[in-house]
């Protein structure tokens, strides 16, 4: 290093050379002069004066004392290790700046602090951090500096000051940092698994980075990654770096390509090392659920309307730790086959969540059945189960559909909006309740049925609701038909057992003759099983005219369609009734109907004359005047009385049963009275003629003459009452 300096001496020597110009003064202490270095060197200013620039020295004035500080050399510069003078740094070079500080007399300056200073700190840092150091007894004080990372890259300007005692001196010298390119080395494990690396198990990667060739102790930009990472089934954590090593885990969660290739990299600097690896073992195969509501399904042939013959099963793989497991093969089979039930596909592959699905489809005979799925890996086979899934409930059968009111007779002739609850119950051939959902429509020719929404119910378990409804229009003789309609199975005879209607020759509906007999879409030609066939449904509005005193009939409908009384076909839009049946098995509107009685307030009484001990109108007849007087009670008074039976019927205006719930009861009893009467509510019945009771009437001790009241009390409060006496 090169050091150029000024002494005093040729300060005061440039400073009388002035005088012819300048007076003294300016020279003097009073003022002050500048000198200039050249290059990076040093120039001190005069004693008294102070000077600037790079490499320049100061002193001031005379002080208060008298004392005075002299200026002096001090020289700055850059070297590499080598000792070249050097003005530039990159990546992680460390260079060495020097400071040899001297007297003004040349004579080196020893145990003097001087301090660095850089223009920009972000770019440079300095060790020891303080940046000072003392000067040796050579004068020179030494310090290091590097570029704070390696992406760093500006220019700067490196100060050194120092003084000592009453010598003091600062240089500068500009220096360059550039960013220097990092470089990955080999790839290595330690310590190096042995064989594959089993699934959940981890590995250390070693990865070297260098600068100019040199370890690095920081870096920016490196990414590690591997195929299996990008898969999404293995992860690489950066660790710690310790002597330009930067250290990585790698944890392998089950990769499937048996090996992986994993790669570091900074810019364009990259290595690559392989990895054996193992996939992850079956932990479980978990049953995730179906589609279906519930966990039913109708027998085969029996879909549509929300019915579902087949349900898709899901089902998921994961391993040990609960993680979802792809590219697994999974085999599935039911538990039984009756019916000809079925499982297809047969056979699935996982996907990125470790889901897989299948469908298992009814057969024709109910079962309860659980798909098994089974899966291999690793030599281990594990196997799942669904949830117990049943075959249940086709369409329903004539046979086994079912209507009933809460009450036939209600008190809704002479009242509006009294209500009867009417029920239908489903089932199909094999006694099971029908499914969810299954419509029923109702229709009737008095009053109204069913909601504002629809004159239909929709089944739960088999069964549903509606209400009649008492109002205009209501029939002459009080009674009126409810019927209700369904899709379902004509009655056949299942003789083979199979659960479904078979057929030896049959057609399709394209007139190609399929390979095996399909019930509902095939037509049998010959040979099929025993059936009942069933014309179209209708509305029986009952007989024209009936004989109100006629108590042998039931009921007033006759079962025969006739259109001029009121009789309709159902459902709507037929061009002509069809009485008789098509010939074919098949789905037809099954159906029932019942007869409502829309019951009058006011009570009849019709004394009875019966044979034997059965009250109805079989072993029972209608008092008549050759009987005498009804409401006389023979027997119960006088000589010999006893005790005496008394029979009765009771109706409304129509000859129709009372309101049921309506009540009969004895009051006002005088000597004589009835005993307990039976039934003493009317039933819930439809039957022309009314309620039959009966009672026995008890003597008075002494044979005492007497009497009482029969009263008879409806729902809705409308009381009638008989007055019986004895003879």
């Known amino acids: ?50 000077s600037t620039g790079t490499g320049s020295g100061t002193s001031s004035g005379s002080t208060a004392s008298n004392a005075t500080v002299s200026t002096g050399q001090l020289g700055v510069a850059m070297v590499t290790s080598a000792g070249a003078e050097t003005n530039s740094l990159s990546g992680g070079q460390t260079g060495t700046v020097k400071a040899t500080f001297k007297s003004a007399a040349g004579a080196a300056l020893s145990n003097a602090v001087v301090k660095f200073t850089a223009s920009d700190s972000s770019l440079v840092d300095f060790t020891p951090a303080s940046g000072s150091a003392l000067t040796d007894a050579n004068g020179v004080a030494v310090i290091n500096v590097k570029p704070r990372d390696f992406s760093s890259a500006g220019a700067l300007t490196i100060t050194a000051s120092a003084s000592t005692g009453s010598v003091s001196g600062s240089a500068t010298t500009n220096i360059a940092v550039g960013a220097a390119p990092l470089s990955v080395g080999a790839l290595a494990f330690s310590p190096a698994p042995s064989g594959s690396l089993a699934a959940f198990s981890t590995a250390t990667l070693s990865i070297p980075v260098t600068s100019n060739g040199q370890p690095v102790d920081k870096v920016s930009g490196l990414t590690v990654t591997s195929l299996c990472v990008g898969d999404g089934t293995a992860t690489i954590v950066i660790g710690s770096l310790s002597n330009g090593i930067q250290s990585a885990t790698y944890t392998n969660n089950g990769c ?8 570091a990299a900074i810019g364009t600097s ?52 609960n ?26 592959t996982t996907d990125a969540s470790g889901v897989v699905r299948t469908t298992v489809s009814s057969g024709t005979i109910p079962t309860p059945v659980r798909v098994i799925a089974e899966a291999s890996r690793n030599n281990l086979t594990l196997s799942g189960l669904s949830d117990a899934l049943t075959i249940t409930t086709g369409f329903p059968i004539q046979k086994n559909m079912s209507l009933s009111p809460d009450a036939y007779n209600f008190e809704g002739w002479g009242f509006d909006n009294e209500i009867a609850k009417v029920t239908v119950l489903l089932a199909d051939q094999y006694g099971n309740p029908v499914s969810d959902g299954t419509t029923v429509n109702f229709v009737t020719e008095g009053g109204a049925i069913g909601s504002s929404a629809q004159g239909a119910c929709n089944t739960t378990n088999g069964g549903c609701t509606v ?16 019927l209700a309609y369904v ?9 083979n057992g199979d659960g479904q209607y078979s057929c030896t020759s049959f057609v399709g509906p394209d007139g190609v003759v399929p390979p095996v007999y399909r019930p509902l879409v095939d037509t049998c030609v010959s040979g099929g099983e025993s059936f009942t066939d069933q014309g179209d449904p209708f509305l029986d509005t009952g007989v024209a005219t009936w004989d109100p005193a006629d108590v042998t009939s039931p009921s007033s409908l006759d079962g025969n369609y006739d259109v001029a009384r009121g009789d309709q076909p159902f459902p709507y839009g037929h061009t002509a009734f069809t009485p008789n049946g098509d010939g074919k098995w098949g789905l037809n509107y099954i159906r029932r109907s019942i007869e409502m009685v829309f019951s009058g307030s006011n009570a009849t009484l019709i004394r009875q004359v019966c044979n034997g001990t059965a009250v109805d109108n ?70 022309i003629g009314g309620s039959y009771h009966q009672m026995v009437i008890k003597t008075d001790a002494g044979c005492a003459s007497g009497g009482f009241t029969l009263k008879v009390k409806t729902p809705k409060g409308m009381e009638t009452g008989f007055a019986f006496r004895s003879n």
């Open 487 to 495: 899709q379902g199975l004509e009655d056949f005879v299942d003789a």
């Open 1 to 50: 290093m090169k050091i150029k300096t000024h002494s005093a001496r040729d300060l005061g020597r440039l400073c009388l050379v002035s005088l012819a110009v300048l007076t003294l003064v300016s020279c003097g202490g009073g003022g002050g002069s500048a000198g200039t270095a050249s290059g990076g060197n040093l120039s001190g200013g005069s004693s008294g004066g102070t």
């Open 467 to 482: 209400q009649l409804r008492s109002q205009d229009f209501r029939p002459a003789n009080g009674r009126v038909t409810v």
């Open 256 to 263: 499937l390509r048996g090996t992986d290739t994993i790669t």
């Open 270 to 321: 990259s290595k690559t090392i392989t990895l054996p690896v193992s996939s992850a073992n079956i932990g479980a195969i978990q049953f995730v659920g179906s589609n279906l509501t519930g966990t039913s399904m109708v027998l085969k042939g029996s879909g549509g309307l929300g019915r579902l013959e087949a349900a898709q099963l899901t089902y998921k793989v994961v391993d040990q730790n």
């Open 323 to 348: 993680n979802p497991l792809a590219g697994v093969d999974v085999n599935f089979r039911a538990t039984t086959t009756t019916g000809g039930l079925t499982v297809q596909p047969v056979k699935g």
């Open 618 to 687: 079989k072993s029972c007849r209608d008092w008549t005047s050759s009987d005498g007087n009804p409401m006389v009670l023979n027997g119960v008074a006088g000589a010999s009385c006893s005790n005496q039976p008394l029979v009765f019927r009771l109706t409304d205006l129509h000859n129709n049963p009372l309101p049921a719930g309506t009540t009969v009861s004895s009051a006002d009893g005088d000597k004589i009275g009835p005993l307990t009467i039976f039934p003493s509510v009317v039933p819930s019945i439809n039957a």
